[in-house]
């Protein structure tokens, strides 16, 4: 006889259930990663011209504050253009969109592509993150949907969004611990790993995808710590929360600087405002503080001991004012990968001032911290952290640190608006 346990739980999902599962996957993770991978070779293709082949010719220095000013401005009206005349603008405000979200119509996808790809190759201070996952989720819906009419467009973006994120991180734990934590508290059949089975084979295609064609590392090369002490907690717990309040400085200018650019009204207006602006701050701060940021923190954490604690703390004001003015202005990119950078300059500015503090305590809890204050997405954070640190000892530390970095951020405003204008919380 059943009891009332056995009437509520929920059923299994049969074998012949998640099998069909696989190839769809597989198909729409790889092709995520591709997207990926394409996007980025044409990006880096492109900033190879603008930024060695162009000022060779011309006999410019290509770091110089005149030639960063040129083309960041110049970025800014290109960008602008592709906003103000593709179909569907390139997408809705990035300002207002999160790592996700309703898929857009597939028109959309080319504009906010080509948009993303300038912005990489001309020294924008975003990422590729948000782009791609908004366009493999576009696509992705719109494929399978015409495919497999009776399947739900969640499945389908779900891959796209696994599959991406595998691809971005070159393994599939980044998905799975994104998409655990999306699923909290969500309807669903099955156990959580059954509702996980089809978004990790299309994260391990992704990931595998990628592997195969190019060499995703986050790791920065910082010496190992192997034997934590007392100490080191109490570095990770103070640095990480450091680390957090610093992020919150960004999400509470947010809106006004979203704002004042908004007056402006038009693309072609904000966004030649916008590049001209980073171009100033890359004038600033060096050409650190230009591009997505990964390439530049490794060089940053490979310098260890080179810069003044002053130095790096303009780094990390340098970046984080250029990550502010390319989010608010309209560029089309994500906040992970400039978050990296701030958190990782951040980091060894405090190791600069207590050299007691060891590097990979001092440069992950801080990673950690920003990013929690920037992204909201506590695994990921927490992930990233890890992969930088480079040291399983160094996972309790992290664990630990989350606590307080958490208890600063939560309920305070985001790095991301509603479409009113005002800082989500």
């Known amino acids: 006889m059943a009891t009332d346990h056995d009437a509520t739980a929920p059923a299994e999902a049969p074998v012949r259930v998640l ?59 290109a960008v602008g253009l592709v906003v103000w005349k593709a179909p569907g603008h390139a997408g809705p405000d990035p300002a207002s969109e999160g790592l996700g979200g309703p898929p857009l119509a597939p028109g959309v996808v080319p504009g906010l592509l080509v948009a993303s790809t300038l912005a990489l190759a001309g020294g924008v201070s975003l990422g590729p993150e948000q782009p791609t996952i908004a366009s493999a989720i576009a696509l992705a819906v719109w494929l399978g949907l015409r495919a497999a009419p009776g399947t739900p467009g969640a499945f389908w973006a779900s891959l796209a969004t696994a599959g991406t994120f595998g691809a971005l991180f070159g393994t599939p734990v980044a998905a799975a611990l994104v998409l655990s934590e999306a699923l909290v508290g969500r309807p669903g059949k099955g156990s959580l790993w059954d509702r996980l089975f089809a978004p990790l084979v299309a994260a391990g295609a992704g990931a595998m995808t990628t592997q195969l064609f190019s060499s995703p590392s986050f790791a920065m090369g910082l010496p190992a710590l192997t034997d934590p002490g007392w100490e080191d907690l109490l570095a990770a717990l103070v640095v990480a929360t450091l680390g957090a309040l610093f992020g919150l400085l960004g999400c509470y200018a947010f809106p006004a600087l979203h704002r004042a650019f908004g007056r402006l009204r038009h693309p072609m207006l904000m966004l030649p405002a916008g590049g001209l602006l980073l171009g100033l701050l890359g004038a600033l701060g060096g050409h650190l503080t230009l591009f997505k940021g990964l390439h530049e923190t490794k060089e940053l954490v490979g310098s260890l001991g080179v810069y003044s604690s002053g130095e790096l703390a303009k780094l990390a004001v340098v970046k984080s004012v250029a990550l502010l003015v390319a989010a608010a202005c309209g560029f089309r990119g994500g906040r992970v990968f400039p978050a990296v950078f701030i958190g990782a300059a951040l980091g060894l500015a405090v190791q600069a001032l207590v050299p007691e503090i060891h590097p990979a305590v001092a440069v992950s809890s801080a990673v950690l911290g920003v990013l929690l204050a920037t992204t909201r997405q506590g695994w990921v954070s927490l992930f990233v952290a890890a992969v930088l640190a480079s040291s399983p000892a160094m996972l309790s530390l992290l664990c630990l640190a989350t606590l307080p970095a958490w208890l600063v951020v939560t309920g305070r405003p985001q790095l991301e608006l509603d479409h009113r204008g005002d800082a989500l919380r």
């Open 19 to 77: 099998l069909p599962q696989v190839l769809p996957a597989l198909v729409v993770g790889a092709g995520s990663a591709l997207l990926f991978l394409g996007v980025s070779r044409i990006a880096e293709e492109l900033q190879s011209v603008l930024w060695e082949t162009l000022p060779d010719a011309l006999d410019i220095g290509p770091y110089s504050s005149l030639w960063m000013i040129v083309v960041l401005t110049a970025t800014g009206v």
